[in-house]
């Protein structure tokens, strides 16, 4: 018998190609085959005394340690990669990278990418957290049996890595697997998106991947290095808390949390920021449900309309009260309320605006405050045919701009009439005599137009360490600096950087659309965090859906298919109110006809990123959420209405 064993192939390859004993000695131990070492041996020359050369016995202690002191756990059947391209869907263009190939031969893994690789998404998919993502040969056989198809290939679920074992049910979080040359770290189940039913033309897909715990997971990468298809898996560290992927996942999105769990999953190291981000917050909601607060009341309440109260030439405050003499629940700062009116007469359509509480203060009645805006439906109406004594129907306090308990100093910044919610905020402040640096940035045309002047001269005054910086863009004769206004001209970042505002402050802005945008870019260039800058808009809020690729949308409109036959569904922040047509598979779809700005990724019940204020109404799903939304909100993409709805949209 020949003394020269057959070297395989592929490790002939990987030995010419790196001849050093690290990848020779990590690619044998990958291989995870003891007959490797006999074939190593047979290959290598021997001295004199028949004892291996130095550099053998470098090759041989290293692949003896490695195999003996990681066990194999699986194998890697295909490595997939494929970059960014736009497909068609629905008349959208979307731009995904799921398409990926399977490659021949060895790639190297780097920190962001597998060479050739990309994301067209880096936020959701990408990034240092999310470089590979991993399926299994096990789930494609699943999904086969399940879903009768037999025309997946390598790459099918949009993977990088095809894998032999490694089941989400037994891998964890913070596992630690060297493939090749490399070294990775689990991260993160997949993150549910409908790009993942596209590329399956199956679009209940995302869905189906949470309700049957066979995810997938993302990996990301401790020590770079090439890797092939064939390479073992070896395991080198359980991760801590030894959560399974399948648990997180089911953690995230199933119902019923232990709170333990999640306990346990934020003490997690190598958990993604955004996982963290997102169980923190189920934490403080599960913490929450155990003192609830007082919900103050579903659907449309007639309120009274007990004083009416000019603040500037063109704003009116009104004070609300509940019609029977009840308290009112406290709101928090920030929020608002939805009036329905019928300008037109008590049987006539009603239309439904919404308007921020300028005051938080009194036991007995809201505090509203209109701006009249010419041809404006809602203003006129309030402006010209509300008195006191007259009834409006209003929806209890809602809304995320909400002022946050922290120590940091905080800045409210806003123009025109989008004082109203940071104006409740610093009565907050004042009322609560808090200690923070406080700062009151506004723009105002002139005197004539700026409202609550003194009312915010005043709070400012009870708070201990307040500044005020009032920008009048046209002031009037009259107008003297440094006595109702402090400067002349806009708004802007430069305001701010001049005035030497802390950096690290909570910044909550209100205003016209582009004041809003230029000061959050001018925030994020000087380096303030997004998650402590808040915006309000007054109007619809930009919708999230990834991948979608952004074009200039109109303004909300009616759908351009003929009216449907079904209850009215009225998109509060849109302005719009549409006849539902059942040829519409849900009122997500709805909404995009309207090109009212909706936010979603999974499309299917799953990740609850479409969740919405339900004013009032009800709504049936189709198909069933995996978990349902909270009292008073519901999820678009799954939902059609039984009766009249009124959605925050
Ligand atoms: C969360 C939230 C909070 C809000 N808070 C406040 C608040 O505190 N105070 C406040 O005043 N508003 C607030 N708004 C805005 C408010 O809801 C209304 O959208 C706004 O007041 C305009 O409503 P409207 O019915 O008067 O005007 P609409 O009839 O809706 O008209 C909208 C705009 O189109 C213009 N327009 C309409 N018809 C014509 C026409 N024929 N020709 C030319 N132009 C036309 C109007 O001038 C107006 O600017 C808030 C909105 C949201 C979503
Ligand atoms: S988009 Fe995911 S639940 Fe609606």
């Not at 190609?17 to 291989?31: D, I, Y």
């Not at 290293?62 to 003996?68: G, L, M, W």
């Not at 990123?609 to 978990?627: F, M, Q, R, S």
């Amino acid at each position: 018998m020949s003394k020269h064993h057959r070297i395989p192939s592929r490790l002939r390859l990987a030995r010419q190609w790196t001849p050093s004993p690290q990848r020779f000695a990590a690619v044998a131990a990958g291989k995870g085959d003891p007959s490797l070492l006999l074939a190593f041996d047979a290959n290598e020359p021997h001295d004199q005394s028949g004892a291996h050369s130095d550099r053998s016995a470098s090759y041989r202690n290293a692949i003896t340690r490695n195999t003996e002191e990681r066990p194999v756990v699986g194998r890697l059947l295909s490595v997939n990669v494929g970059l960014p391209r736009d497909v068609m869907w629905e008349g959208r263009t979307v731009r995904t990278a799921i398409w990926k190939e399977p490659v021949d031969g060895p790639r190297m893994v780097r920190k962001i990418n597998i060479d050739g690789d990309d994301q067209a998404d880096r936020a959701a998919h990408g990034g240092e957290h999310r470089a590979v993502f991993v399926y299994q040969i096990d789930s494609y056989r699943y999904w086969e049996r399940h879903l009768a198809r037999h025309d997946f290939t390598y790459g099918q679920f949009g993977e990088n890595f095809t894998v032999e074992g490694l089941p989400d049910a037994e891998v964890c979080i913070g596992d630690r697997y060297a493939i090749g040359e490399a070294v990775f770290e689990v991260t993160q189940p997949r993150v549910t998106c409908f790009r993942v039913g596209i590329r399956m033309r199956e679009p209940a897909m995302p869905s189906l991947l949470v309700a049957h715990h066979r995810p997938g997971f993302y990996l990301r990468v401790l020590q770079e290095g090439a890797v092939q298809a064939g390479d073992a898996i070896t395991r080198m560290k359980v991760g801590e808390e030894q959560l399974s992927v399948a648990e997180i996942d089911g953690l995230l999105y199933l119902p019923n949390r232990p709170r333990r769990k999640l306990e346990r999953a934020l003490q997690i190291p190598a958990l993604s920021d955004g996982w963290k981000g997102s169980f923190k917050e189920l934490f403080e909601q599960a913490e929450q449900k155990e003192s609830p607060e007082p919900t103050a009341w579903e659907g449309f309440q007639p309120l009274v309309v007990t004083s009416i109260e000019g603040e500037s030439d063109t704003v009116l405050s009104f004070r609300l009260a509940p019609s029977d003499g009840t308290p009112i629940v406290r709101p928090q700062p920030g929020q608002y309320l939805a009036l329905r009116m019928r300008p037109d007469g008590p049987d006539q359509p009603a239309v439904i605006r919404s308007y921020s509480l300028s005051s938080i203060e009194g036991e007995d009645s809201y505090r509203i405050s209109v701006k009249l805006e010419p041809h404006g439906v809602g203003g006129e109406f309030l402006h010209r045919h509300v008195h006191e004594g007259d009834v409006i129907d209003a929806a209890a306090p809602r809304g995320s701009f909400l002022l946050r308990d922290d120590q940091r100093p905080v800045v409210l910044i806003s123009a025109g009439i989008g004082a109203t919610p940071v104006l409740s905020m610093l009565q907050s402040l004042a009322r609560t005599r808090s200690a923070r640096e406080v700062w009151w940035l506004h723009g105002a045309r002139n005197s004539h137009q700026h409202a609550f002047a003194s009312e915010v001269d005043q709070l400012l005054d009870s708070l201990a360490n307040a500044h005020r910086i009032v920008a009048y863009s046209g002031p009037s004769p009259g107008d003297v600096p440094g006595r109702g206004f402090d400067t002349s001209g806009r708004l802007s970042v430069e305001t701010i950087e001049a005035a030497r505002i802390p950096v690290d402050a909570d910044y909550y802005l209100c205003g016209p659309d582009a004041f809003m945008r230029a000061i959050s870019a001018g925030l994020t260039a000087r380096g303030v965090p997004p998650e402590q800058v808040a915006t309000e808009i007054f109007g619809a809020a930009p919708s999230l859906a990834p991948g979608i690729v952004a074009v200039h949308r109109p303004a909300p409109h009616q759908p351009h298919s003929p009216p449907g036959a079904g209850p009215p569904v009225t998109f509060a922040r849109s302005n719009v109110t549409v006849p539902w047509d059942p040829s519409y598979t849900s009122l997500l779809e709805l909404a995009e006809a309207c090109d009212v700005p909706a936010s979603f990724s999974c499309r299917t019940g799953v990740c609850h990123y479409c969740e919405t204020g339900l004013l009032t109404g009800d709504v049936a799903y189709n198909p069933k959420p995996l978990e349902p939304p909270p009292d008073g909100r519901v999820l678009v993409c799954c939902s059609q209405p039984s009766t009249e709805v009124t959605l925050e949209l």
